[in-house]
């Protein structure tokens, strides 16, 4: 029960740091670094105390469902991996004492691997999710907020999808453009909101496209 409330913790710590992270215009250069430190250190205890998991990727059938998160939760881990070596590469505080020049190549890898792994991260938490959304589904229906519940969801979703385009994120996935241009203008709670709600909308999408191939399973059996 302790093992699980705290990967509870750490998982949600991380969660809402990498959230912010996105917002480096926000942050300033040297409180990104540290929490970007922080966050790959949570990381890696993440992972310490799911260690078992390496050790059944060779064992077991794979279906399709197991695939799909097999391969995510790897480029997830490639992802972050390239984030925090490519700013270890551009750092120009916490790790400055390296005397690491600044070059081109960091600067990209690390907007590729940020925006990559904010996808990834958001399509892992889909596959979490499950039992929470079946617990509000549960204690909404046929209460008295079970419409305001679903319309917030749906407000949530149509923002989320609205944020997505707006934002163009994919410019930064595929290198597109290869400068990350911010609007300075933008209120933090919006910016904040936006990567929010792109990220609820992603892990909804994950989850429901996993219980339509599970609802398929079942009645083809």
């Known amino acids: 029960m302790l093992k699980r409330k705290l990967k509870l913790i750490l998982d949600v710590v991380?969660?809402?740091?990498?959230?912010?992270?996105?917002?480096?215009?926000?942050?300033?250069?040297?409180?990104?670094?540290?929490?970007?430190?922080?966050?790959?250190?949570?990381?890696?205890?993440?992972?310490?105390?799911n260690y078992k998991w390496y050790k059944t990727i060779f064992k077991g059938k794979y279906t399709l469902f197991r695939r799909i998160q097999v391969i995510s939760n790897i480029l997830l881990l490639i992802s972050l991996t390239g984030m925090i070596v490519s700013g270890v590469m551009i750092s120009g505080h916490v790790f400055s004492f390296l005397n690491l020049k600044t070059t081109m190549f960091g600067r990209e890898l690390h907007m590729v691997s940020t925006s990559w792994g904010f996808i990834l991260m958001s399509i892992h938490l889909g596959f979490h999710i499950g039992i929470l959304i079946r617990k509000l589904n549960k204690k909404m229906k046929n209460s008295m907020f079970e419409y305001i519940y679903y319309l917030i969801v749906f407000l949530i979703c149509a923002f989320g999808i609205y944020s997505f385009i707006k934002t163009k994120i994919w410019n930064d996935m595929f290198l597109i453009i290869k400068f990350k241009f911010f609007d300075m203008n933008q209120s933090l709670w919006i910016f904040y909101l936006e990567h929010l709600a792109i990220s609820i909308v992603i892990s909804l999408m994950t989850y429901e496209l996993i219980k339509i191939s599970r609802n398929k399973k079942e009645r083809n059996k």
């Open 14 to 49: 991380m969660y809402v740091l990498f959230i912010i992270l996105m917002g480096y215009h926000i942050t300033g250069s040297k409180i990104h670094e540290i929490l970007g430190v922080i966050t790959f250190l949570i990381f890696i205890i993440h992972n310490v105390i």
